[in-house]
């Protein structure tokens, strides 16, 4: 194989051209950003990178990396066209062939059908959070349009530098796709607890540039409304190409795409889950590195093993770390044990296990469902303190 080309220079897409040298690849590696700079890390931008952090902190490599890897970037410029007869990716005009392409897309922030987006922001890029963060001086009057991962990091951070904050979720509970319902109530006592005011089960019905109106008629007052109600994966050009698409590029438990000679990964692959095999989309660094790792083994040594990875995420809100070892389905059961670990359930099995500053509970979890045994309540010996349906 000659070269390989990657579409994105997020994190995936990183890991993938830093993998494939680690593994052996001696062909031409070249990666395609639409982003100017060098590839950088998305996770800080709602966090450290607002407290005062800076662009070179948030660099995945220096440039000299690239240079001694021998990995070209091409940075700033988007792929128009996939060309799969021909085995090339056009941009601007230029026809670039590849050997293998790894399509490494991710996502974009989800832009729902509410009046008035133009008087809100979002932060998903560097550009984006620099905006914000020259904003967020004087004590600015922040209104936060979601209670994921995102929106609470950006309200904590925004707490602690002084401003003022709301945040309206209109489902019942906060990160009510990720964690479990004892997980969510305690995140809403602390942000409360922190100076944040909570709104749930009322969603935004209309932005202007004073504010936003929810669907129960409130209206909120911001000098900034940040949007986060979730991504999208970017999967059109995927689909211009014959791809076969839905909820992701999907591919294989080889992360091969319905073209083998195209691979995809992180927020924009719908892959297997290696437990129930049901088609699932992780939107996580960790499974997008994970996911890189994989296939840069297979085009390098030519490795057949499927993708196992235990999925886990996190997330920084003010001095709490929330980790998740395993992914739960929406209808599992909850088991809040004494020292705040709740356990998610399938049956007996456990299919996630979430934690609060408490890492090496969380290290033991996913340790254990690496294993390849499922995962019991046997494993953990603390008296449970509350069962939850």
Same mark, same amino acid.
């Given at each position: 194989?000659? &070269? #390989?080309?990657? +579409? =994105?220079a997020?994190?995936? @897409?990183?890991?993938? $051209? !830093?993998?494939? %040298?680690?593994? *052996?690849?001696?062909?031409?590696?070249?990666?395609?950003?639409?982003?100017?700079?060098?590839?950088?890390?998305?996770?800080p931008?709602?966090?450290a990178?607002?407290?005062?952090g800076?662009?070179?902190a948030?660099?995945?490599?220096?440039?000299?990396?690239?240079?001694?890897?021998?990995i070209?970037?091409?940075?700033?410029?988007?792929?128009r066209?996939?060309?799969?007869?021909?085995?090339r990716?056009?941009?601007?005009?230029?026809?670039?062939?590849?050997?293998?392409?790894?399509?490494?897309t991710?996502?974009?922030?989800?832009?729902?059908?509410?009046a008035?987006?133009?008087?809100?922001?979002?932060?998903?890029?560097?550009?984006?959070?620099?905006?914000?963060?020259?904003?967020?001086?004087?004590?600015? &009057? #922040?209104?936060? +349009? =979601?209670?994921g991962?995102? @929106?609470?990091?950006? $309200? !904590?951070?925004? %707490?602690?530098? *002084?401003?003022?904050?709301?945040?309206?979720?209109?489902?019942?509970?906060?990160?009510?796709r990720?964690?479990?319902?004892p997980?969510?109530?305690?995140?809403?006592?602390?942000?409360?607890?922190?100076?944040?005011?909570?709104?749930?089960g009322?969603?935004?019905?209309?932005?202007?540039?004073?504010g936003?109106?929810?669907?129960?008629?409130r209206?909120?007052?911001?000098?900034l409304?940040?949007?986060?109600?979730?991504?999208?994966p970017?999967?059109?050009?995927a689909?211009l190409?014959?791809?076969?698409?839905?909820?992701?590029?999907?591919?294989?438990?080889?992360?091969?795409?319905s073209?083998?000679?195209i691979?995809?990964?992180?927020?924009?692959?719908?892959?297997p889950?290696?437990v129930?095999?049901?088609?699932?989309?992780?939107?996580?660094?960790?499974a997008?590195?994970?996911?890189?790792?994989?296939?840069?083994k297979r085009?390098?040594?030519?490795?057949?093993a499927?993708?196992?990875a235990?999925?886990?995420?996190?997330?920084?809100?003010?001095?709490?770390?929330?980790?998740?070892?395993?992914?739960?389905?929406p209808?599992?059961?909850?088991?809040?044990?004494?020292?705040g670990?709740v356990?998610?359930?399938?049956?007996?099995r456990?299919?996630?296990v979430?934690?609060?500053?408490?890492?090496?509970?969380?290290?033991?979890?996913?340790?254990?469902?690496?294993?390849?045994?499922?995962?019991?309540?046997?494993?953990?010996?603390?008296?449970?303190a509350?069962?939850?349906?």
């Open positions: 194989m000659e &070269r #390989v080309v990657i +579409i =994105g997020g994190q995936g @897409g990183f890991q993938a $051209a !830093a993998s494939l %040298r680690q593994e *052996g690849f001696d062909g031409e590696i070249l990666m395609i950003g639409d982003e100017q700079g060098r590839p950088y890390q998305r996770p931008l709602s966090k990178y607002l407290k005062g800076t662009v070179q948030l660099s995945l490599r220096p440039d000299s990396f690239f240079e001694t890897h021998k070209e970037l091409r940075m700033g410029c988007w792929v066209a996939i060309d799969r007869a021909n085995a990716v056009e941009i601007d005009g230029e026809q670039i062939a590849y050997d293998h392409l790894i399509i490494a991710g996502a974009r922030n989800l832009r729902p059908q509410i008035g987006l133009e008087h809100s922001v979002g932060l998903r890029t560097l550009h984006e959070a620099s905006a914000i963060k020259a904003f967020l001086v004087n004590g600015v &009057r #922040v209104g936060v +349009i =979601g209670g991962f995102i @929106g609470l990091e950006f $309200a !904590a951070v925004a %707490r602690e530098l *002084g401003h003022s904050v709301t945040v309206a979720e209109a489902a019942p509970r906060l990160m009510a990720a964690v479990s319902e997980m969510s109530a305690r995140f809403a006592e602390k942000h409360r607890q922190l100076g944040t005011e909570i709104i749930l009322d969603g935004v019905a209309e932005i202007d540039a004073g936003f109106t929810l669907a129960s008629g209206y909120v007052d911001t000098d409304a940040l949007l986060a109600v979730g991504v999208v970017n999967v059109e050009l689909k190409a014959g791809l076969q698409v839905d909820n992701g590029i999907v591919v294989d438990e080889m992360l091969v795409t073209d083998p000679a691979s995809a990964l992180g927020d924009c692959a719908a892959f889950d290696p129930t095999g049901r088609s699932i989309r992780l939107e996580s660094v960790q997008a590195t994970d996911h890189a790792r994989l296939i840069a085009i390098a040594k030519g490795a057949d499927p993708y196992r235990v999925p886990w995420f996190w997330s920084d809100q003010a001095d709490w770390k929330l980790q998740i070892a395993g992914l739960a389905g209808t599992d059961t909850a088991e809040e044990l004494a020292d670990t356990l998610r359930f399938c049956g007996s456990i299919t996630a979430e934690t609060i500053n408490n890492a090496k509970v969380h290290m033991t979890a996913r340790k254990g469902m690496a294993s390849g045994v499922p995962l019991t309540r046997q494993k953990f010996d603390v008296t449970p509350e069962v939850l349906v």
